[in-house]
């Protein structure tokens, strides 16, 4: 058990007393020892204030918390999310579809992909119409959480990548509970050229139905309320056919999940139908094949060796041994706009728990917070703090070598300036990176004495470089898919189930019993606490204006 470890917290002190500067010149091989390269990735974690002894230990006590047994029971079909009796299987969502360890399940997924892949195709070419035989040319996905973000993010980092259709083709997504979203893309679209995807594993999120409810509304009262409207304009995604097809989806037009599939989990599955759709079919699988190669590596690579291992086990190091409670994700291409706000979801809904396994409170951190922004915007904004506030913070920069350009997938004009812009956002993750390690040694002075303490920086703040050789389906994959293992093998350490999230639904709960209130069909706000009673009596009395 990490939370009281002799031997890292003695490991601890002694780093404690060193500064990076320290670290590197002690090894001039530093680099060379501590960077791992796999498919195209570079994982360098140099400037993390670990040592080889540090990396040795941390190993040893993941063996101890017999981490190779725990990853063989994740790629199983055990019911590994024990409070919820279900497995947690979303790495079999990128099994080939052949795969001869897993033959009946990846027949069963594939199943669904291929269907799924047909309608893709089907759009892509022009053949798919709404009910009055106009092409289809607007795609919204209405969905929330997972089925929001996970899509969302994927299409907006694969956009170099968009597929060449026989019309202009737009995606779109919806999320928001509060319908000004919705209010203002309507404004934008055609009823009679808008196909909506209501992605829901249970279909019954109320904020996904209401959405859905609001537009099943606008297109009936353009198109009338014949059930053919519904067949043609919408497409859903859940585990619940029962409730699709009660709320008016064709069947041909259902496409199933499972119970063993988590929403933050679930960008692979059919919920992935708008990466589909931006990137083609090809694209997808090659979106399925950059995390499959990962799954593999993360199985099989010994663990001083193994990129999600030792992404969680630094992690867990900071946090436990450092006291390190916030952690910046910044990535350098814009492309990556919503990664942060995808890796919030993966991994502070996952181990943001304070019950371990055994039903006892845990007796150490969990996960820290996680935040971050596009490494440029956030130089403006928050590096301030990095540099020289009073906070230690961990980092993960995360940037493409080269800017992929393949005329196949899209035709970029100003190749050459482009390029130059992306060396120039290349230098700049170098440069703070290397500001954040070593700080005033950095800058090349040679005396600090006439250089007042508002123009110096202390340095050793810790952080990983993640470089890819490109930015592609399959890389992304990979880099996604190395997350969510860092993710497991952190629970694993800190003995919680990373699976369930409690705390969100009984959030939801307290919700639907204040909404009848609100909406002044039911009166009685004695079970509701002080607080609570004034805000909706003052709702109820400014809302009757």
């Known amino acids: ?127 798919y119409r709404g009910v009055t035989g106009e092409v289809i040319q607007d795609v919204v996905n209405i969905g929330v959480g997972g089925s929001d973000l996970g899509p969302l993010m994927a299409s907006h980092a694969l956009s170099d990548f968009k597929k060449k259709t026989a019309k202009p083709l737009h995606v779109h997504f919806v999320s928001t509970m509060d319908g000004s979203q919705l209010s203002d893309l309507l404004h934008q679209l055609r009823p009679e050229t808008t196909l909506f995807i209501i992605s829901s594993k249970s279909f019954g999120t109320i904020d996904t139905l209401y959405n859905a409810n609001t537009v099943r509304l606008w297109l009936q009262k353009s198109l009338g309320q014949r059930p053919a409207v519904l067949h043609n304009h919408f497409i859903g995604i859940s585990t619940r056919a029962d409730k699709m097809t009660e709320w008016g989806i064709a069947p041909q037009h259902q496409f199933m999940l499972w119970d063993w599939v988590g929403g933050r989990y679930s960008l692979w599955s059919c919920i992935g139908f708008l990466i589909m759709l931006t990137i083609g079919v090809e694209g997808f699988k090659q979106f399925l094949a950059g995390a499959y ?20 086990l630094i992690g867990v190091w900071n946090s436990n041994f450092l006291a390190m409670q916030t952690h ?12 942060t706000a995808y890796l919030q979801q993966l991994e502070m809904e996952s181990n943001g728990k304070s019950t371990q396994r ?45 800017r992929y350009d393949a005329q196949q997938y899209t035709y970029v004009e100003n190749a050459d300036a482009l390029i130059e812009q992306h060396h120039l956002a290349l230098s700049n993750c170098l440069a703070q990176s290397r500001l954040l390690a070593f700080g005033n040694q950095a800058l090349n002075i040679k005396s600090l004495d006439n250089v007042p303490l ?57 919700a639907n019993q204040i909404l009848p209130i609100l909406n002044r069909t039911e009166h009685d706000l004695s079970t509701l606490d002080g607080s609570t009673q004034g805000l909706i009596k003052l709702f109820l009395e400014h809302s009757q204006h």
């Open 1 to 127: 058990m990490i939370s009281n470890h002799p031997i890292l917290n003695q490991l601890a002190a002694q780093i404690k007393q060193k500064h990076l500067n320290d670290l590197f010149a002690e090894d001039a091989q530093r680099f060379q020892k501590h960077h791992v390269q796999f498919d195209g990735m570079v994982f360098d974690y140099s400037k993390q204030r670990v040592d080889q002894t540090v990396i040795d230990t941390l190993v040893q006590t993941a063996e101890q918390q017999a981490l190779d047994k725990w990853i063989g029971r994740l790629f199983s079909t055990e019911e590994i999310n024990y409070t919820e009796q279900r497995a947690a299987m979303h790495w079999a969502l990128r099994l080939p579809e052949h795969d001869v360890e897993f033959p009946d399940l990846a027949s069963q997924i594939h199943e669904q992909f291929n269907r799924l892949y047909s309608l893709v195709d089907k759009i892509h070419q022009g053949q």
């Open 454 to 510: 508002y123009k110096q920086y202390a340095g050793n703040q810790p952080s990983t470089m993640i470089l890819l050789q490109e930015l592609t389906p399959h890389s992304l994959g990979m880099l996604i898919a190395a997350y969510e293992h860092k993710v497991f093998v952190q629970s694993v350490m800190w003995n919680i189930n990373p699976f369930d999230q409690w705390g969100v639904e009984k959030g939801k709960e307290i």
């Open 328 to 339: 910046a994700v910044l990535p350098y291409d814009g492309r990556l706009k919503y990664f």
């Open 293 to 312: 190669a990962m799954d593999q590596h993360f199985r099989h690579a010994d663990f001083k060796h193994n990129i999600p291992v030792l992404m969680a």
């Open 358 to 402: 055994n039903d006892s409170a845990s007796e150490v951190s969990t996960c820290p917070i996680i935040w971050g922004d596009v490494g440029p915007n956030a130089q403006h904004a928050f590096y301030q703090l990095l540099h020289q506030g009073t906070q230690t913070v961990s980092c993960d920069f995360i940037a493409p070598i080269r």
